[in-house]
């Protein structure tokens, strides 16, 4: 284990200044780190949680200061105005996971998103106040902070105040999302917002976000209270109002983040420990990976026919138990036992042929002996202790409901579309899911976020997760098998072209470079429709090497960030 370090205090400015990044004797910047390692779908926010590291917070004090600060300077998923999941393991081994998902207010009903005939209405549930659930974000940090954080509340925050306030410039492929969301950002805000110039943003330009601040310094000062009542949860109630919102004061001060036990199980001599329901990405992760673990992936080779075959039949079996078998635990009883034993998983694989596709009409959830835009965002941590976090936080589709909240400057999230706005009819994914996952006032939306920890041994061996909806559980699962199974490091792992299955519809995706064109001819042979499509996921992870180091894995899909010390 890596030898504790603690460091005096200093200022936000001048820790912020320090070089948090190592380079090798090429120049090049390295991804390996020998004592902590943070990856985050931002520079700034990675600069962020290795200083708060540095100045002597573990990897939960450096989550909060990570999730905040994503709120400032990745507003299209990083937010307070959202939720997510957090999986915890502790130096020696203990392991805890948060769910501060949102949840559905009390006014919400069964058919809310239908019209008079019964159908789906797919853009209420999309844009504007009425997608919006009650938010989970704020209440889950204070709750990881309560039980683990080391420094103070206040210090952990005041980071993503300082950013809010002084600024930071947007790159690139900020400058084009804002430019593209510019329409409808001002059709939901009839107010200026920080988002929206007269003009276009640029690469360079400065975001300053006064409002935010504002609110950023009542949590700071308030804690839960400076966002579920006072003048934040008035704001956040009004902008309902006037948008058509049903979120109301008591559904603010009545949410609460759970503490829920681990999900977890065997793949070869590695322990894969995830997030349980509401999250289907545990379960179906660990099926997935113990379904080909009998096989030689290896000997078959990295993308080849075989590999690409069983991989693509396990997906579509564990996504077709998704849609029947999982939903919120607090509404309904979850089959989490008969879904990972051994027996049912190994089932799942008896009607596999190599000579030919499984139709995904005809592979139906299994028989049990009892009865998400991809615009989300992960973070992955070890601290100087080598206590870890894995942590995926949404709003669900990019920049979520589009609506701001008149005077606290943050993105509202549109979750409700994670729910069955009517069982059998796809989400915006194209997810489809059934009574489990029906509308219902106060529970929380299934997810696809599977943040996970990996263990070898008994030792710590990975932390990893992505955002990319229906895409997730795939992309988690297929970057393991390239460090796990096929040797990758992990840039290499996290940087591989990736396809994906998810039942229904039944096509397989595939990024440009996933899948050579012989392979694809022999799989189209098959049965199998390939189809193209844009990059999916934006993965990020830190592998422990055999001497200690932590190498890290930043998703070159974005402007996705590895750094530590």
């Known amino acids: 284990m890596r030898s504790k370090k603690t460091f005096s205090g200093l200022l936000f400015g001048a820790f912020c200044l320090e070089l948090l990044v190592s380079f090798s004797a090429t120049g090049q910047e390295s991804n390996q780190f020998k004592h902590a390692a943070v990856v985050t779908a931002h520079p700034e926010a990675s600069k962020v949680g290795v200083a708060i590291i540095k100045k002597g917070g573990n990897a939960v004090d450096a989550a909060v200061a990570v999730q905040f600060a994503l709120a400032v300077v990745y507003p299209n998923a990083g937010n307070i105005g959202g939720g997510g999941f957090l999986v915890y393991r502790s130096k020696t081994g203990q392991s805890d996971a948060l769910d501060y998902r949102e949840k559905a207010p009390e006014k919400a009903s069964r058919d809310m998103y239908l019209d008079a005939k019964g159908n789906a ?31 103070s ?80 949860a008035t704001a956040i109630v009004n902008s309902m109002k006037q948008t058509l919102g049903v979120i109301t004061a008591a559904d603010l001060k009545n ?95 008896d009607g596999i042929s190599f000579a030919k596709a499984t139709p995904s009409s005809e592979v139906k959830p299994g ?40 005077g606290g400057g943050f993105i509202m999230n549109n979750e409700m579309d994670d729910f069955s706005v009517k069982p059998g009819t796809p989400n915006m994914y194209g997810l489809v899911g059934g009574e489990a996952n029906s509308i219902v006032p106060g529970k929380r939306m299934l997810s696809s976020m599977t943040p996970t920890i990996i263990e070898e041994n008994g030792n710590l061996r990975m932390v990893v997760g992505t955002p990319g909806g229906s895409t997730i559980i795939t992309s988690v699962f297929q970057t ?46 098959k049965g199998y429709k390939i189809t193209p499509r844009e990059p999916m996921g934006r993965v990020d992870a830190i592998l422990v090497k055999p001497n200690g180091e932590l190498e890290t894995g930043a998703d070159p899909r974005g402007n996705d960030k590895g750094l530590g010390y």
Do not use: C
Request: aromatic share 10%; charged share 25%.
């Open 121 to 151: 209405i797919t853009d209420k549930s999309l844009y504007g106040a009425l997608a919006s659930g009650v938010p989970g974000t704020v209440d889950g940090m204070v709750k990881a902070h309560t039980k683990y954080g080391k420094l």
């Open 153 to 232: 509340w206040k210090r952990d925050i005041e980071p993503a105040i300082e950013l809010a306030e002084r600024g930071f410039p947007v790159t690139a492929q900020q400058a084009s999302e804002l430019n593209s969301h510019k329409e409808r950002f001002l059709k939901y805000n009839k107010k200026a917002i920080a988002f929206v110039k007269n003009d276009l943003w640029k690469e360079g330009d400065l975001l300053k976000q006064p409002e935010l601040a504002k609110t950023l310094k009542l949590i700071r000062d308030n804690g839960r209270k400076g966002f579920y009542e006072g003048t934040v």
């Open 480 to 525: 393991i098998l390239n460090v796990l199974a096929f040797g990758q490091d992990m840039q290499a792992a996290v940087a591989a072209p990736r396809f994906h299955h998810q039942w229904l519809p039944d096509e397989v995706f595939v990024e440009k470079g996933a899948i050579d064109d012989t392979t694809r001819a022999k799989l189209e042979s």
């Open 367 to 406: 028989t049990l002996p009892l009865y998400e835009s991809e615009q989300t965002t992960h973070y992955s941590i070890v601290d100087s202790e080598g206590n870890a976090v894995s942590a995926t936080t949404t709003l669900n589709g990019s920049y979520g409901s589009l609506v701001v909240v008149d």
């Open 255 to 349: 949410y609460h983040a759970v503490w829920r036990k681990t999900v977890s199980g065997k793949y070869k001599n590695y322990t894969v420990i995830s997030m349980p329901p509401p999250s289907s990405g545990g379960i179906a992760l660990i099926t997935m990976l113990k379904q080909v673990g009998d096989y030689p992936l290896n000997k078959w080779g990295f993308q080849k026919d075989s590999t690409v075959q069983l991989m693509v039949e396990v997906e579509r079996r564990a996504y077709a138990d998704r849609a029947s078998y999982l939903g919120d635990p607090d509404f309904f009883k979850v089959p989490q036992a008969a879904l990972l034993n051994n027996d049912y998983i190994k089932s799942r694989t």
